[in-house]
């Protein structure tokens, strides 16, 4: 979570809380903001989430070409074999 989501939502909850001990209740606007706040912050996390598989992608993608190097190599070593054979 960003620094300026974590300071709004803290605001929204200090407001929540100063309604509260008021006996007001929550208000609707506290409500909202509080809902703005989270929205924002599930944004975040979304795309960071998304970051993170498109990088786990990347390295099943990059781990397959190794293998399929290495298969080339071993293919290779044994033909090689065959012929000093």
């Given at each position: 979570?960003?620094?300026?989501?974590?300071?709004?939502?803290?605001?929204?909850f200090?407001?929540?809380?100063?309604?509260?001990?008021?006996?007001?209740?929550?208000?609707?606007?506290?409500?909202?903001?509080?809902?703005?706040?989270?929205?924002?912050?599930?944004?975040?996390?979304?795309?960071?989430?998304?970051?993170?598989?498109?990088?786990?992608?990347?390295?099943a993608?990059?781990?397959?070409?190794?293998?399929?190097?290495?298969?080339?190599?071993?293919?290779?070593?044994?033909?090689?074999?065959?012929?000093?054979?």
């Amino acid at each position: 979570m960003n620094l300026e989501l974590m300071t709004a939502q803290l605001s929204n909850f200090k407001r929540e809380n100063e309604a509260l001990r008021s006996g007001q209740g929550a208000s609707l606007t506290v409500v909202k903001q509080n809902t703005d706040v989270a929205l924002q912050n599930l944004h975040v996390v979304m795309n960071s989430a998304h970051a993170s598989i498109k990088q786990l992608v990347s390295g099943a993608e990059t781990l397959n070409l190794v293998t399929e190097i290495l298969k080339s190599i071993h293919r290779i070593t044994e033909v090689k074999d065959e012929a000093d054979s």
